[in-house]
């Protein structure tokens, strides 16, 4: 171990030219090759540690200053809590310019609908909007108006975070009976992920397989992927639309830098088009005054602040956004969850024992570490992904307090608010996979064929 040592400290010496090693003047090496005794080298462990914890002390200091002030990161493909790991939702919309949702347009949501608010309303995961009371305006003076949302096929199945945009746009397209088109934007991911186009294609078809599980109705809801529809008044959008963006303005948006492909760069204004009617002949003729409502999580937002700032001047509305919170990883609400990363999410294709296992092993507990501790201190529902989880899919308010109240004074644990999330996320899966089920090839031919929509807006 000491000849380990002595070589590590004889290249530290190499690499730090100017260093001087302890007891000079006496040979440090006996005429066998061996170090002169043990008194020096005790004293150069003593000095070299010195020396390195010294060197190190500044940049160690560096580093714990910059997590202190690190910033929170949110784009379409990037997302990365702040110094604490989460995302500061107040932050992020002064940032973007949204505004939050708030109880009257909630209750005026339920007014033009006349059922009751989705729990993702009613909760705030959707939480923040864009020009939402404009669109209600139109729409209680009888003015139609279009839904807009969309999926980027990373991964041969969805995962529970993927799902919340649709479970809730499924919700809109139903209380307001409007049409939907769906994007599939699998050039992005053949552009991003590194994916062919071949297999973009077919992870395209898989996951248009879990959107219309999901409970669409097929008169009323075009899905589309870009490899297939791109073309037409389509493109004709997406041309004018890119002549409105100027190179210096994508890159402060989206933060392209010279070392990306064009398609990176030309890609924002291919998700913009379907904010605009005239990009559908087949459901709204050449009408251009159709208002349009997108829901989406809130890092999608920089696509359509580009948006917007093009509408006007293309002879659109500006459309109006819904936004999400993002769906927590279950180790930690750190950001959102990764397809890429089995552990930190559950998919639509678990089975029942991999559900269980996964929320046993994976789902992140605020409980305490020790029963004892549990039922004196309770648990922090803040962190605790369980609950969280839970505020996303149990319907049931009054038994979602009673959970909640019970989990933090302690009187319930740990391993019985998993086993309600198990239960919760088990029954929701076995009804999705029996409905995919029944999704044939040529269902989804059927929501993808272009067909006369116009009924609803002609």
């Known amino acids: 171990a000491d000849s380990v040592f002595f070589a590590i400290a004889c290249f530290y010496v190499v690499r730090r030219r100017g260093f001087i090693l302890p007891s000079e003047g006496k040979a440090p090496f006996s005429r066998t090759g061996r170090l002169g005794g043990d008194a020096d080298l005790n004293s150069i462990r003593r000095t070299l540690t010195e020396r390195m914890a010294a060197e190190d002390a500044p940049r160690d200091a560096e580093m714990q200053q910059s997590d202190a002030t690190k910033e929170q990161l949110v784009t379409p493909w990037e997302v990365a809590g702040g110094a604490d790991g989460k995302i500061d939702y107040s932050k992020l919309t002064e940032q973007f310019g949204c505004s939050l949702l708030s109880d009257e347009l909630v209750a ?7 059922v009751r608010a989705h729990p ?4 705030r995961v959707f939480f923040a909007h864009r020009d939402l009371e404009q669109l209600l305006d139109a729409y209680e003076k009888g003015e139609p108006f279009y839904l807009y949302t969309g999926r980027g096929p990373s991964s041969e199945s ?4 993927h799902m919340i945009p649709f479970m809730f746009t499924k919700w809109l397209q139903d209380a307001f009976n409007v049409p939907l088109v769906i994007q599939i934007t699998d050039d992005e991911k053949y552009l991003w992920k590194g994916l062919g186009v071949d297999e973009a294609r077919r992870l395209a078809r898989e996951n248009i397989k879990d959107i219309i599980a999901c409970g669409f109705d ?3 809801t075009f899905i589309f992927s870009d490899f297939e529809y791109v073309g037409g008044e389509f493109y004709r959008n997406i041309v004018q639309l890119q002549r409105c963006v100027s190179m210096n303005q994508v890159r402060g948006i989206f933060g392209f830098t010279m070392d990306d492909y064009i398609g990176k760069i030309s890609f924002p204004a291919v998700q913009a088009a379907p904010a605009f009617p005239t990009s559908f002949p087949h459901i709204f003729g050449d009408r251009k005054d159709v208002r349009c409502l997108i829901p989406c ?9 580009m948006t ?4 006007p001047r293309l002879g659109f509305h500006k459309p109006a956004l819904l936004e999400a919170r993002f769906f927590p990883a279950m180790a930690g609400e750190s950001g959102k969850m990764s397809a890429s990363d089995a552990s930190s999410a559950i998919y639509v294709s678990d089975d029942p024992k991999t559900i269980e296992k996964k929320v046993k092993k994976y789902v992140f507990s605020g409980g305490g570490a020790t029963l004892e501790e549990h039922r004196e201190r309770g648990a922090d529902l803040s962190v605790d992904i369980s609950w969280q989880w839970l505020n996303f899919f149990l319907d049931d308010d009054a038994e979602l307090s009673r959970i909640g109240e019970e989990y933090a004074s302690g009187r319930m644990t740990v391993m019985e608010i998993k086993k309600i999330l198990s239960d919760v996320l088990i029954e929701m899966n076995l009804r999705h996979q029996q409905a995919r089920a029944a999704v044939t090839e040529d269902v989804v031919d059927s ?3 272009v067909r006369d929509m116009t009924k609803f807006c002609g």
């Open 158 to 161: 969805l995962h529970f975070g």
């Open 120 to 123: 993702f309303l009613r909760r």
């Open 218 to 220: 097929v008169t009323k």
């Open 297 to 305: 999580a809130i890092d999608q937002d920089p696509y359509f602040r």
């Open 108 to 114: 005026r949501i339920e007014r033009a609908t006349g």
């Open 308 to 311: 917007r700032d093009a509408a």
């Open 447 to 449: 929501f993808m064929s």
